[in-house]
């Protein structure tokens, strides 16, 4: 996953604590209560309470959410549901102080007005107990109500009304699918966003097998169970079209160098494009998915394929022409780009070369993806 540039680590303290404070300032609806001090300052507090209070469990508590959130620290940030798991230790934490406060201040309380009440009457726990939890919900609501409105409204309820209105105009058109459906989504909404509308239609129809394309500039010579076009002003209307074809590129423009997100490549099957900084121009196109495979037509006699070496890569199958095969390993163990395999030795003039998702890979890879950077032409 490093090979992504939304993965790639950063190792030092510095970034660590400042993704720290980040992420505690999600917590406390801020966006820079904390800095690199504060976080450090409040870690030093919360030890020094749970060794003063003699708490393993607050101090596990501490330890479980200062280790736990250290991988997504060293990442490129992301939003706060990436604290789920490190907020069982925050609960642990917290918990553990909330029990402490109401033995030392509710507990006494409500104990003398029970001995008042009624002589050596001990059924004073239930009461603290349930107003320590109707004290603790009042406080957090408020806080809530209040800071949710200029936290979240503004950034995530304008995403939620168009997902919401998608899907409605989609259960509308479709109430039931049939399973394993492929579908092609024309001007989707949340473009660059590879995950949101697949989950959404997957948990719609209640069918993890369904795949979802919107290839944006791609061109893509598939069939399709369903197309749905969502083109702005005309709502979300299903095409009678249920497959694409890749048109034939004209041949002035054919160029020396062809990018991976060049118009004239022709894509089948799932493929999915990142930012990577070591590619050639600063992102790559890569697909998991066996038998997906990318064309491309060009004009010379030497063609070099240019694609990212790693420890998740596999093999690639090179067609050219429809005769020529080879077979191109992209394994590595450390992450390499802008490696390249050139093929040449055939008559200048206009070729095909079909690069595909051949599902083999090394006996030391992780997995079997591949991608495709550029192309070179000679």
Not at 177 to 186: D, Q, T, V, Y
């Amino acid at each position: 996953m490093s090979v992504s540039t939304l993965y790639r680590p950063t190792l030092s303290v510095e970034h660590y604590l400042k993704r720290a404070a980040q992420y505690h300032n999600i917590l406390f609806y801020s966006t820079g209560l904390l800095g690199l001090r504060g976080v450090i300052a409040l870690w030093l507090g919360a030890g020094v309470v749970a060794f003063l209070l003699r708490s393993r469990k607050m101090g596990f508590g501490l330890s479980f959410w200062i280790v736990t959130i250290l991988p997504v620290c060293l990442i490129p940030p992301r939003a706060g549901y990436v604290l789920y798991v490190p907020s069982i230790g925050l609960a642990l934490y917290t918990s553990m102080l909330i029990v402490f406060l109401r033995r030392v201040v509710l507990t006494p309380m409500f104990k003398r007005v029970s001995t008042l009440l009624v002589s050596n009457d001990k059924t004073y726990r239930m009461p603290s107990q349930v107003s320590a939890l109707v004290v603790l919900m009042t406080v957090l609501s408020f806080v809530h109500s209040r800071a949710r409105a200029a936290a979240v409204s503004d950034v995530l309820r304008p995403q939620q009304q168009v997902l919401r209105e998608f899907i409605e105009k989609l259960r509308y058109l479709h109430p039931t699918i049939k399973p394993n459906s492929r579908i092609l989504l024309l001007n989707a909404p949340f473009a660059g966003d590879n995950w949101t509308l697949l989950f959404s239609m997957r948990l719609l129809y209640d069918d993890p097998s369904i795949l979802v394309d919107h290839p944006g500039l791609r061109s893509h010579e598939d069939v399709y169970d369903y197309v749905f076009d969502c083109s702005l002003g005309r709502g979300l209307t299903e095409t009678s079209i249920k497959s694409t074809s890749c048109h034939t590129p004209d041949v002035s423009t054919l160029s020396s160098s062809i990018d991976d997100t060049d118009p004239d490549i022709c894509w089948h099957g799932i493929w999915n494009s990142d930012p990577l900084l070591i590619a050639k121009n600063g992102g790559v196109t890569w697909s998991g998915e066996e038998g997906a495979w990318a064309r491309i037509t060009f004009i010379g006699s030497t063609l070099t394929y240019v694609y990212t070496k790693a420890p998740n890569r596999g093999m690639a199958k090179v067609t050219i022409d429809g005769e020529r095969n080879y077979v191109v390993n992209l394994y590595d163990y450390d992450t390499v780009g802008q490696a390249s395999t050139t093929f040449s030795n055939f008559q200048r003039g206009r070729h095909t070369a079909v690069i595909g998702v051949l599902g083999k890979r090394d006996r030391r890879a992780t997995d079997a993806i591949i991608d495709i950077d550029a192309f070179l032409v000679n």
